[in-house]
């Protein structure tokens, strides 16, 4: 008896315990969930309960989202960056990878780990010279400023990645290849490539996601509301005055946040072998 | 056996792409040639600015030593400012680092709903932060704010004297700091979880025949073995809480009173919005030794890590 | 002409030499085997006849003419690598017709070599596999007719059987063999299996720590061997090596019999001390020592299991002897001084 006692104990914490990391993650989103659905008289009630509808849901906040607000424009000025970075990323990360792959040992660490490390230096300590250079080229308050700037941290992550997965490759194929009648080039096209597929498609994925979450950058170079990509456009031109749209602003959130979400689920344990260099197996 | 007095001709150009001297710097220029032109010169302006006198209603080059990087540390904000960064990166790695090890920790146990469990988990990580700032700002609203309806509700608060999470100077830093440790725990989970997976079963099994219990273990064998990875992911969380901008600007724009205000919104309200691109250089600067230190710890423990 | 032909070819990796000043010319469509044991630099001089490495000083010749920067699409080579280097995403249909379609060849001219090099390798049946689906040894055979589909001036084989069972090898060797005759390629096939080289090549190029030490057909390495490393390397059990007068003499074991079995020809008698008989059903190994002699190892003597083994009686002194025309004798520094067994 003492013996069942022990063990409901011991998963009733567990399941306890569980249960609160869990809730304090995902409540926000819940909480945005919610406020999305709420009719304006409900959100603003100090009186009712805010976990649940007090009156019937309503779809109007996302209605007026579409209809009366930016965030379309918001949404395609970020997918159009976002498939523009990863362009640029793959045609330079790809060959770069490679080069990193099989070049002799120690070059290769050296400038493995020194591309790797730009990875440390962060928007906040360039955006400030940046801006100038933005402006110099005449890109200020353009979405092609973001096109430009946001490779620098794809691509160096990016590399490192593809260093890794073009390192598992034999190089006996290659070599095949090679005499079978391939440049070095051509060797790389043919072979390696295609069987790193699945790595690639991980590395679209990060890049893009990574492009879709910026927000200093996006922030310092653009201030016209046409021009916004989706997370700046959402923190800053949901509000009139001193009056936030909570109910468009948390629609908003939301559906510019569900895609990455989803695609960092499913590619989570990808990253991870990325990051640990193939270590976990 | 005939003697070959032949010399071997210079290569062809139409081989040039088979010669790997040739190919491989060819596939690894364009990587190089973006850092360095838009993280290297950038960087090298910022040192220009800092020494300058530039502003954008001033844009003069006049060279003034380091009477920006003196006025800097005579403002009072700024020291307010550099000792909030360092409050909060630390507070908020603590609180991550913690909450990332049980996470894993519970999330290593099989049981129903793990999948589930696990994706929830990750979303704070996964999102973008402005968005997710912007929830919680939501959260902490001085009169509408959940938390302060729950608090109320349980008799915790007195409707009257509810709390201005954004509005107080010493709850505006609590809200912060929950907000960074809300994005980092996440990442600390997966990390710690990619760890323990990676510790071979013998070696655990060794040590459990060996009589180690379940403290022991962990600390012991466990943490020794998973010691790099967690280091690394450390550093770049420390990096990343120390250098942000977005959750301040979000939530308090560095207020009340610059209670919250941290290096990178106080180089972007001087050398942004103020427009004073010297001051607001010499400020983004005094992250760069921070950096460094960071730079070297990872560099030291990528050596030590047996790939 | 010769098909291949090295001048002093010398490779180094930093440091270390591997291959260390080699010349030699393989013939038109012969089988050429390279012999050595592990790491002595065969394969990095494979290698660099195929253009996979550069050499550091010396001339490559392919056709009669020089090659050395020349890449090895250019050569008229084809290699089948140690682990086949099959494209593993692409069918074997793909995998053979691959040399072919990048050099732009015409669809209908692919599919008729690809067809003739599998009926002619028998694996038209797998056309539409992939490698993983595939044994060992149609790997290997998918390799050789991707390999012969370009018509290749010389053939390069690195150690091609020894990822097959033990079982599998001999079969392959054979088949092999037959293979390169039929059509004729001049081909260079690296191992570090005596058996094979013995079996297959027409001459056999023995290489060690980066040096050419000898090159001749099987017969003469065997039998005429111009140092104690060619002699000791090939056969098994080594051939026996005794110190005399600051240099060693040396006979085979299968030489090394009991004085009855040698009547007519002048003997050199050992006598010998059997310490163990080791019975491998087709033959007897018998090791031991000899009297008063000092040798670099254990003494062995091989029989012919049809021999008999009445009155050996392990610890006894037995009378063994050698026909003088199988001694063979090295100086101090291993080479030989002796000229017999080359009226073969």
Request: glycine share 8%; aromatic share 10%; hydrophobic share 50%.
């Given at each position: 008896?003492?013996?069942?006692?022990?063990?409901?104990?011991?998963?009733?914490?567990?399941?306890?315990?569980?249960?609160?990391?869990?809730?304090?993650?995902?409540?926000?989103?819940?909480?945005m969930?919610?406020?999305?659905?709420?009719a304006?008289?409900?959100?603003?009630?100090?009186?009712?309960?805010?976990?649940?509808?007090?009156?019937?849901?309503?779809?109007?906040?996302?209605?007026?989202?579409?209809?009366?607000?930016?965030?379309?424009?918001?949404?395609?000025?970020?997918?159009?960056?976002?498939?523009?970075?990863?362009?640029?990323?793959?045609?330079?990360?790809?060959?770069g990878?490679?080069?990193?792959?099989?070049?002799?040992?120690?070059?290769?660490?050296?400038?493995?780990?020194?591309?790797?490390?730009?990875?440390?230096?962060?928007?906040?300590?360039?955006?400030?010279?940046?801006?100038r250079?933005?402006?110099?080229?005449?890109?200020q308050?353009?979405?092609?400023?973001?096109?430009?700037?946001?490779?620098?941290?794809?691509?160096?992550?990016?590399?490192?990645?593809?260093?890794?997965?073009?390192?598992?490759?034999?190089?006996?194929?290659?070599?095949?290849?090679?005499?079978?009648?391939?440049?070095?080039?051509?060797?790389f096209?043919?072979?390696?490539?295609?069987?790193?597929?699945?790595?690639?498609?991980?590395?679209?994925?990060?890049?893009?996601?990574?492009?879709?979450?910026?927000?200093?950058?996006?922030?310092?170079?653009?201030?016209?509301?046409?021009?916004?990509?989706?997370?700046?456009?959402?923190?800053?031109?949901?509000?009139?005055?001193?009056?936030?749209?909570?109910?468009?602003?948390?629609?908003?959130?939301?559906?510019?946040?569900?895609?990455?979400?989803?695609?960092?689920?499913?590619?989570?344990?990808?990253?991870?072998?990325?990051?640990?260099?193939?270590?976990?197996? | 056996?005939?003697?070959?007095?032949?010399?071997?001709?210079?290569?062809?150009?139409?081989?040039?792409?088979?010669?790997?001297?040739?190919?491989?710097?060819?596939?690894?220029?364009?990587?190089?040639?973006?850092?360095?032109?838009?993280?290297?010169?950038?960087?090298?302006?910022?040192?220009?600015?800092?020494?300058?006198?530039?502003?954008?209603?001033?844009?003069?080059?006049?060279?003034?030593g380091?009477?920006?990087?003196?006025?800097?540390?005579?403002?009072?904000?700024?020291?307010?400012?550099?000792?909030?960064?360092?409050?909060?990166?630390?507070?908020?790695?603590?609180?991550?680092?913690?909450?990332?090890?049980?996470g894993?920790?519970?999330?290593?146990?099989?049981?129903?709903?793990?999948?589930?469990?696990?994706?929830?988990?990750?979303?704070?990580?996964?999102?973008?932060?402005?968005?997710?700032?912007?929830?919680?700002?939501?959260?902490?609203?001085?009169?509408?704010?959940?938390?302060?309806?729950?608090?109320?509700?349980?008799g915790?608060?007195?409707?009257?004297?509810?709390?201005?999470?954004?509005?107080?100077?010493?709850?505006?830093?609590?809200?912060?700091?929950?907000v960074?440790?809300?994005?980092?725990?996440?990442?600390?989970?997966?990390?710690?979880?990619?760890?323990?997976?990676?510790?071979?079963?013998?070696?655990?099994?060794?040590?459990?025949?060996d009589?180690?219990?379940?403290?022991?273990?962990?600390?012991?064998?466990?943490?020794?073995?998973?010691?790099?990875?967690?280091?690394?992911?450390?550093?770049?969380?420390?990096?990343?809480?120390?250098?942000d901008?977005?959750?301040?600007?979000?939530l308090?724009?560095?207020?009340?009173?610059?209670?919250?205000?941290?290096?990178?919104?106080?180089?972007?309200?001087?050398?942004?919005?103020?427009?004073?691109?010297?001051?607001?250089?010499?400020?983004?600067?005094?992250?760069?030794?921070?950096?460094?230190?960071?730079?070297?710890?990872?560099?030291?423990?990528?050596?030590?890590?047996?790939? | 002409?010769?098909?291949?032909?090295?001048?002093?070819?010398?490779?180094?990796?930093g440091?270390?030499?591997?291959?260390?000043g080699?010349?030699?010319?393989?013939?038109?469509?012969?089988?050429?085997?390279?012999?050595?044991?592990?790491?002595?630099?065969?394969?990095?001089?494979?290698?660099?006849?195929?253009?996979?490495?550069?050499?550091?000083?010396?001339?490559?010749?392919?056709?009669g003419?020089?090659?050395?920067?020349?890449?090895?699409?250019?050569?008229?080579?084809?290699?089948?690598?140690?682990?086949?280097?099959?494209?593993?995403?692409?069918?074997?249909?793909?995998?053979?017709?691959?040399?072919?379609?990048?050099?732009?060849?015409?669809?209908?001219?692919?599919?008729?070599?690809?067809?003739?090099?599998?009926?002619?390798?028998?694996?038209?049946?797998?056309?539409?596999?992939r490698?993983?689906?595939?044994?060992?040894?149609?790997?290997?055979?998918?390799?050789?007719?991707?390999?012969?589909?370009?018509d290749?001036?010389?053939?390069?084989?690195?150690?091609?059987?020894?990822?097959?069972?033990?079982?599998?090898?001999?079969?392959?060797?054979?088949?092999?063999?037959?293979?390169?005759?039929?059509v004729?390629?001049?081909?260079?096939?690296?191992?570090?299996?005596?058996?094979?080289?013995?079996?297959?090549?027409?001459?056999?190029?023995?290489?060690?720590?980066?040096?050419?030490?000898?090159?001749?057909?099987?017969?003469?390495?065997?039998?005429?061997?111009?140092?104690?490393?060619?002699?000791?390397?090939?056969?098994?059990?080594?051939?026996?090596?005794?110190?005399?007068?600051?240099?060693?003499?040396?006979?085979?074991?299968?030489?090394?019999?009991?004085?009855?079995?040698?009547?007519?020809?002048?003997?050199?008698?050992?006598?010998?001390?059997?310490?163990?008989?080791?019975?491998?059903?087709?033959?007897?190994?018998?090791?031991?020592?000899?009297?008063?002699?000092?040798?670099?190892?254990?003494?062995?003597?091989?029989?012919?299991?049809?021999?008999?083994?009445?009155?050996?009686?392990?610890?006894?002194?037995?009378?063994?002897?050698?026909?003088?025309?199988?001694?063979?004798?090295?100086?101090?520094?291993?080479?030989?001084?002796d000229?017999?067994?080359?009226?073969?």
């Amino acid at each position: 008896m003492l013996r069942l006692a022990k063990k409901l104990t011991a998963e009733g914490s567990f399941y306890a315990a569980v249960a609160t990391l869990v809730v304090f993650a995902a409540f926000p989103f819940y909480w945005m969930l919610i406020t999305t659905f709420k009719a304006d008289g409900d959100l603003y009630d100090l009186k009712s309960v805010p976990y649940w509808f007090n009156a019937a849901p309503t779809l109007e906040h996302i209605r007026y989202l579409f209809a009366e607000t930016l965030f379309v424009q918001w949404l395609m000025n970020s997918a159009l960056v976002g498939l523009c970075v990863v362009a640029i990323t793959l045609i330079v990360a790809l060959p770069g990878g490679y080069s990193l792959a099989r070049m002799p040992a120690r070059s290769a660490e050296t400038l493995g780990i020194g591309i790797f490390l730009t990875y440390l230096v962060p928007p906040t300590l360039l955006f400030l010279p940046l801006s100038r250079v933005v402006s110099r080229l005449g890109l200020q308050d353009s979405l092609w400023s973001l096109v430009v700037i946001y490779p620098t941290f794809t691509i160096p992550f990016c590399t490192w990645l593809l260093m890794g997965f073009f390192k598992s490759v034999p190089r006996e194929i290659e070599e095949a290849a090679i005499v079978d009648g391939c440049t070095v080039m051509g060797a790389f096209v043919k072979t390696v490539l295609p069987l790193c597929l699945p790595a690639i498609l991980t590395v679209v994925i990060f890049t893009f996601t990574l492009t879709m979450q910026e927000f200093v950058y996006a922030l310092t170079f653009i201030s016209s509301s046409e021009e916004k990509p989706v997370t700046l456009g959402v923190a800053t031109d949901l509000i009139r005055g001193d009056i936030f749209y909570w109910g468009e602003l948390m629609g908003a959130a939301l559906i510019a946040s569900v895609p990455v979400a989803i695609a960092y689920n499913l590619f989570l344990d990808r990253f991870i072998s990325g990051i640990t260099g193939g270590a976990v197996k | 056996m005939t003697t070959i007095t032949a010399t071997p001709r210079p290569m062809r150009s139409r081989f040039l792409l088979d010669r790997s001297e040739v190919v491989g710097p060819l596939f690894i220029a364009p990587a190089i040639l973006y850092v360095l032109v838009l993280v290297g010169l950038p960087f090298l302006l910022a040192l220009y600015y800092s020494v300058s006198a530039y502003s954008i209603f001033n844009p003069s080059f006049a060279f003034v030593g380091l009477k920006n990087f003196r006025d800097v540390i005579d403002s009072e904000i700024f020291r307010r400012t550099l000792v909030n960064t360092l409050v909060f990166t630390i507070s908020a790695q603590i609180i991550g680092l913690l909450l990332g090890k049980i996470g894993a920790m519970l999330l290593m146990q099989e049981f129903r709903g793990r999948g589930v469990a696990r994706a929830l988990v990750v979303l704070p990580w996964a999102v973008p932060v402005s968005l997710a700032t912007i929830a919680w700002l939501w959260m902490f609203d001085s009169l509408y704010s959940v938390i302060n309806w729950t608090l109320i509700a349980v008799g915790l608060v007195d409707a009257a004297n509810r709390p201005q999470w954004l509005g107080q100077e010493d709850l505006a830093m609590i809200a912060v700091v929950v907000v960074h440790a809300w994005r980092l725990f996440p990442f600390g989970v997966v990390i710690f979880l990619a760890g323990f997976t990676s510790v071979p079963k013998d070696v655990l099994d060794a040590a459990t025949v060996d009589g180690a219990g379940f403290w022991r273990r962990n600390y012991q064998i466990i943490l020794p073995i998973i010691a790099p990875i967690v280091l690394i992911a450390l550093i770049f969380g420390t990096v990343f809480t120390f250098t942000d901008l977005s959750v301040v600007y979000l939530l308090t724009k560095g207020g009340p009173i610059n209670s919250t205000q941290v290096l990178g919104t106080y180089a972007f309200q001087v050398g942004i919005l103020s427009g004073d691109v010297a001051h607001g250089a010499a400020i983004c600067l005094f992250l760069f030794p921070f950096l460094l230190v960071a730079v070297i710890l990872l560099l030291r423990s990528l050596r030590r890590r047996e790939i | 002409m010769a098909a291949v032909t090295t001048n002093e070819i010398r490779k180094q990796f930093g440091d270390v030499v591997a291959v260390d000043g080699i010349s030699l010319a393989v013939r038109d469509g012969e089988f050429l085997v390279l012999l050595g044991p592990s790491g002595c630099g065969k394969t990095t001089f494979l290698r660099i006849i195929a253009g996979l490495e550069k050499p550091t000083s010396g001339v490559i010749l392919i056709g009669g003419e020089v090659v050395n920067d020349v890449p090895p699409r250019a050569r008229g080579v084809a290699m089948v690598f140690q682990n086949y280097g099959l494209y593993p995403h692409l069918t074997v249909w793909n995998n053979i017709a691959f040399p072919l379609k990048t050099q732009g060849a015409q669809r209908d001219e692919i599919k008729r070599k690809v067809e003739w090099a599998s009926r002619l390798l028998g694996i038209n049946h797998l056309a539409q596999r992939r490698p993983r689906q595939l044994s060992g040894g149609e790997r290997q055979r998918v390799a050789l007719a991707r390999a012969l589909v370009r018509d290749p001036t010389v053939f390069l084989l690195d150690e091609p059987l020894s990822n097959l069972d033990a079982k599998l090898r001999a079969s392959a060797r054979s088949e092999l063999k037959h293979f390169q005759q039929t059509v004729s390629t001049t081909t260079i096939y690296v191992t570090h299996d005596q058996v094979e080289a013995m079996g297959m090549g027409d001459r056999i190029a023995v290489i060690d720590r980066g040096k050419l030490r000898q090159i001749g057909t099987p017969g003469e390495i065997y039998d005429d061997p111009v140092d104690e490393f060619v002699a000791s390397f090939l056969g098994t059990p080594p051939m026996n090596l005794i110190e005399r007068d600051g240099g060693s003499m040396g006979f085979r074991p299968e030489n090394f019999l009991p004085k009855e079995l040698l009547n007519g020809a002048p003997v050199v008698e050992l006598p010998f001390r059997i310490d163990r008989v080791e019975y491998l059903g087709s033959e007897h190994i018998l090791y031991g020592a000899l009297d008063g002699r000092v040798a670099k190892r254990e003494v062995t003597a091989k029989l012919p299991a049809h021999a008999t083994l009445d009155g050996i009686s392990p610890g006894a002194w037995h009378e063994f002897a050698v026909r003088e025309t199988e001694l063979r004798f090295f100086d101090r520094d291993g080479r030989r001084t002796d000229t017999k067994g080359r009226d073969r």
